[in-house]
């Protein structure tokens, strides 16, 4: 997607008006030191986390120069690698993560290829609900949802409150109407020859969907994959009220409801946790940007 | 150093031997024999503190042969008291929550009463005082057992130096280690003085005015020595009072000497003041000071722990029981109840008060005289005053003796700091107390 | 009706073996086919979205002990709160300055990268995104950190220039502040990247036409871009709107609302009452509240996205 996007811009350089070039160069001079302050901004909070996580407590406390580390140490990183606890929490999260993950594909790539190609009664409806159940927000159901699930536990004797388990059912609600939205952009825009043909040649809908519409729209499954993925690591408002035991807790949660003790500060590790918590979003969007920013934009270009 | 303590603690479990093997005794049947037991502490402030009670609970695993699974929970960010009502409405959770004042009594109706447990342990080790009453008896029902951990008085913390330097007040000499406190002078007025003149050489007093407990603790105290109370213990509104005013109004002159940003303060701001080296004083049990002697030696041995100053109404210092409650959904209260009073029993509780440095303050009467608050430092003596041992401040909490539920609401809406904070910022005085009063009134809603 | 339900799955069973061919007939035609494929979505969002936003409502017209139906007791209750006034006015103020703030900035900053040369643009882009990928919660954390009272790196920064010491989460203007900065930290960059998307796709030919009728910078900008991007600026505002306005890390890990209630907004404020406070029918009152505001979005996005249907 972006190369076909950059290849666009790409003749725009070459167009010169006598003057315009001048202008131009100054243009570009003025976007690259506005750009540079942007990426300042943009990039001082990770920074600090990265300066603040090689500090040792002691430094930290002396206040010293806030933006340089004098003697760095790896010994906050250490500490929060071999902490169980710590582990737990990462492990919680990177299980809670995966295993969304795999439900909101299973859901809402079907989904998706039902309601792009299969008209049905009631499918266009179904399509924009779906759209707009992504705009009721975690805040509205998140009491709802808590007492549900205790009288749910009074009911049945299952308990679901304050295991991390429960978080597999809820946080499909943030990713399947989304990525069944992004996917039914993708199938859309899929020939309808293609099934018509294979439907002909005797193949079931199921075999349409996972042989051929799969493979096509597969950078619309990776970009779906990672936006379920970044939302259900970075969720913090359904962990911080289902899930109170330090072992049920994922990374976010753990990282702010343990690690920040009332009376000790013990900011290089918090710091330490806040960079290895993010670092996994920023890992696949390292590796994976256009994907992701395919992802993101399929929002507003198809959606 | 551990074996010293084991001895120590070895000797007064022999002289509790025989009253101990009494009240344990009558659990010891084996009914819940390898059974599980899980229990949610609170996540103790001083570094180090949390490995006393796990040995502890360790041991009685041990000897019970009950599997225990044992978690610490911060009270930052109020994780405890979410947890605390997340469990009451699954009904399920923890067999035994270690909640902080008020909560044993808004969960009055779910908790175990522990009668059977209290009545011998306060014959053993002598009666509690009359917060802890308050707080953890309804009905003439236990809600739980005082937990020596946690349970804190929060007084001044100063600096010895800076306070001499600048205030002209020398600390040691007002509160001396080992000898009854000459502290007739110490009262708010000669505090408010202090307090400017440390702002005026740049170490001001660093005293919160956020929504945590630190604040509203501090609040709580100088209310109460000017006789200020919001609801009264038969839960009448008595906001529109002068006492009430008064407290206003030296809060009004107290911000002025404060930080600019005390308003955004949580229970760890105030530690980073002392521990950054930045103020005179600070309101707090002495886990600023545990904090500062592993990270910065220089000012823990500068800070000496003492009495709050006194108001027209009397001395009052914040005090802050914690509470090991049992849920009534538990399904082993008699093991629950057993560990309990194995918990407390003096020799558990010395040995958790000098893991904590002396943080810890029991509740009960024979138990305020150990000797870690003589010893540790330094400076030698730094904690002597703090567990109140000359009884000469009365310790009660923010907005007591209004009626438990509703105290608990003003307690944790923090609406003291916030009064002082709109009165401070210009609010005309009606207005404040007019505010307050609705507050009160929303806060008895059932 | 157990009765009902063993007979009914006795010839079930008895049935299947010819049922199974009609069955797999059944499965082949589409409508029920798409039905099963669609079933689990469909549930999902019965149970756990629609089934909770109407327990809501009925959570809202309970009593604190949940014992007793006080209607609108609750909401009668919140229209005598100053606080709850205080937070109507601070959502509304967040929600809307901070999406103002983040499309103006995401504007200018796609404009400024659209205009390096293509092949490094990919670079600044995937600088400018970072806040956007660092989990909220995370971010948050070292703003908190870089805001604190008596270590703020940004005060220590200041000094040098005389200035400060700034009390970043203490003052009701400075903490709303702060909390506003940092919505738009995170926020802008998806701003930008959308608006760099859009403006991608107008056709260059239309700027050259632009020029060549002499239209300068400004009037390329109010007759070219604008129009040709005002959809996809519709439909980001209103989106973003709606998430900023039900925010809840960033208030909650920067100020938990303080200082004096001056931050709070409706998830914040509905956390405090409904779950820390205990008085869960409150809680579910006072989030109700930003139901209105999200059905004005909602119809808004509809019918664009109608609009946009008929038009394909």
């Excluded at chain 1, 018509?196 to 970009?223: H, N, Y």
């Excluded at chain 1, 962990?239 to 330090?246: D, G, N």
């Excluded at chain 2, 005026?200 to 407990?213: D, H, N, Q, R």
């Excluded at chain 3, 703030?101 to 205009?115: D, E, M, S, T």
Aim: net charge positive; with cysteine.
């Amino acid at each position: 997607m972006s190369t076909v996007t950059i290849d666009k811009s790409g003749p725009t350089r070459k167009v010169k008006y006598g003057s315009m070039s001048r202008d131009r160069t100054w243009a570009l001079r003025w976007s690259y030191f506005f750009l540079t302050l942007f990426a300042i901004f943009s990039l001082v909070p990770p920074f600090y986390m990265l300066i603040t996580s090689l500090k040792s407590s002691a430094e930290i406390s002396a206040a010293t120069n806030p933006w340089w580390v004098y003697h760095p140490t790896l010994s906050n990183y250490v500490e929060l690698l071999t902490s169980n606890q710590f582990l737990r929490f990462f492990w919680n999260s990177a299980w809670v993560s995966i295993i969304v993950v795999t439900i909101t594909m299973l859901i809402s790539v079907p989904a998706a290829f039902a309601l792009a190609r299969m008209k049905f009664w009631g499918s266009a409806t179904l399509a924009t609900g779906v759209f707009l159940t992504y705009l009721i927000p975690d805040s509205l159901l998140f009491i709802p949802l808590f007492k549900m699930f205790a009288v749910f536990g009074d009911w049945t004797g299952i308990q679901l409150v304050n295991r991390w388990y429960v978080l597999l059912f809820i946080y499909p609600t943030l990713t399947v109407p989304f990525c069944t939205w992004i996917m039914i952009g993708y199938f859309a825009s899929i020939p309808k020859e293609l099934d018509e043909a294979a439907i002909i040649d005797g193949a079931s809908w199921f075999q349409t969907l996972t042989r051929i519409f799969i493979p096509v729209a597969l950078p619309g499954l990776i970009a779906a994959t990672i936006f379920a993925f970044t939302v259900s690591w970075a969720q913090f408002l359904y962990p911080l009220v289902f899930t109170t035991s330090t072992d049920q807790l994922v990374l976010p949660v753990g990282i702010i409801t343990t690690l920040i003790k009332g009376d000790v500060f013990n900011w290089g590790q918090i710091m330490t946790g806040a960079l290895l918590g993010a670092a996994p979003p920023l890992i696949i969007y390292a590796f994976l940007m256009d994907y992701y920013i395919a992802g993101l934009t399929a929002g507003a270009t198809k959606g | 150093m551990s074996r010293k303590k084991l001895s120590r603690r070895e000797f007064v479990a022999a002289t509790a031997l025989s009253s101990a093997a009494l009240i344990t005794a009558p659990y010891v049947r084996g009914a819940y024999a390898a059974g599980k037991l899980s229990m949610g502490f609170w996540d103790h402030w001083v570094p180090g503190a949390n490995s006393a009670s796990t040995e502890l609970v360790n041991e009685w695993a041990a000897k019970e042969k009950v599997e225990v699974q044992l978690d610490y929970i911060t009270s930052q960010g109020n994780k405890n008291i979410v947890t605390i009502a997340a469990e009451a409405q699954a009904k399920s959770g923890h067999d035994i929550f270690q909640m902080p004042t008020w909560w044993p009594q808004s969960n009055a109706e779910l908790l175990e009463p522990v009668n059977d447990i209290m009545d011998p342990l306060i014959k053993l080790n002598g009666d509690v005082n009359g917060t802890v009453k308050y707080l953890g008896q309804a009905d003439g029902k236990w809600l739980g057992v005082p937990a020596s951990v946690g349970s804190q008085i929060k007084g001044p913390c100063s600096r010895i130096d800076l306070m001499k330097k600048y205030a002209n007040i020398d600390v040691q000499e007002m509160y001396p280690a080992g000898s009854a406190p000459k502290a007739d002078n110490w009262t708010l007025d000669t505090f408010l003085k202090a307090a400017e003149a440390c702002h005026k050489a740049g170490f001001p007093f660093g005293i919160g005015l956020g929504e945590t407990s630190d604040n509203v603790d501090t609040a709580g105290a100088i209310f109460q020595s000017f006789g200020a109370q919001l609801v009264d213990a038969k839960g009448n509104l008595t906001v529109k009072t002068d006492a009430v005013r008064q407290s206003l109004e030296f809060y009004k002159k107290l911000l002025a000497f404060l930080p600019p940003d005390v308003a955004a303060w949580d229970d760890a701001s105030n530690n980073k003041w002392l521990v950054a080296g930045k103020g005179a004083m600070i309101m707090n049990p002495p886990s600023a000071w545990a904090v500062a002697k592993r990270d910065a030696p220089q000012v823990a041995e500068q800070c000496w722990t003492h009495g709050f100053p006194a108001g027209p109404k009397g001395r009052f210092a914040p005090y802050l029981p914690f509470f090991w409650s049992i849920w009534s959904f538990s399904k082993n209260k008699e093991a629950a109840k057993s560990l309990l009073s194995y918990l407390s029993q003096p020799a558990s509780i010395e040995k958790m008060v000098v893991a904590s440095g002396g943080y810890d303050l029991p509740a009960y009467e024979k138990l305020t005289t150990l000797k870690v608050w003589e010893e540790v430092g330094p400076p030698k003596g730094t904690l002597y005053h703090y567990p109140n041992p000359f009884k000469h401040q009365t310790l009660s909490i923010a907005a007591s003796p209004a009626p438990p539920k509703v105290a608990q609401q003003i307690y944790f809406q923090a609406t003291l700091t916030k009064m002082c904070l709109r009165y401070y910022q210009g609010e005309a005085m009606e207005k404040t107390l007019a505010w307050a009063e609705g507050e009160c009134e929303g806060f008895m809603r059932s | 009706m157990v009765d009902v339900a063993l007979q009914s799955s006795r010839t079930a069973t008895a049935q299947a073996g010819r049922k199974r061919a009609g069955l797999r007939n059944a499965l082949r035609r589409k409508s029920m086919s798409a039905f099963l494929m669609t079933l689990p979505l469909i549930l999902l969002i019965a149970v756990l979205v629609i089934y909770p936003a109407l327990y809501s409502l009925h959570l809202a017209t309970l009593n604190k002990a949940m014992t007793k139906f006080v209607g609108f007791g609750n909401f009668e209750f919140l229209f005598k709160r100053e606080t709850f006034w205080l937070v109507v006015k601070q959502s509304c103020i967040f929600a809307i300055s901070a999406v103002v703030f983040k499309a103006l900035i995401g504007f200018i900053v796609a404009h400024f990268v659209h205009n390096v040369p293509a092949n490094k643009q990919r670079k600044w882009r995937g600088m400018l995104l970072v806040p956007w990928v660092i989990p909220p919660a995370m971010s948050t954390l070292a703003w908190l950190w870089l805001f604190d009272p008596s270590y703020s790196a940004f005060n220590y920064t200041l000094s040098f220039f005389g200035l400060g010491p700034i009390p970043w989460t203490g003052d009701a203007m400075w903490a709303r502040f702060s909390v506003i900065l940092v919505n738009v930290w995170y926020g802008a960059p998806f701003f930008m990247i959308m608006y760099l998307a859009a403006l991608k796709s107008v056709p260059e030919q239309l700027y050259e036409a632009a020029a060549i009728d002499g239209a300068n910078w400004w009037q390329r900008i109010w007759y070219v871009t604008l129009p040709m991007m005002r959809n996809i600026i519709a439909i980001t505002t209103l989106f973003s709107l709606i998430v900023t306005f039900a925010n809840f890390d960033i208030v909650r890990i920067l100020t938990a609302g303080g200082p004096l209630d001056h931050t709070h907004i409706f998830a914040t404020w509905a956390f405090r009452v409904g779950i820390e406070g205990s008085d869960i029918p409150l809680g579910a009152s006072v989030s109700l509240f930003m139901v209105p505001i999200l059905a004005v979005a909602a119809i808004f996005i509809l019918r664009d996205i109608t609009k946009r249907g008929n038009e394909s």
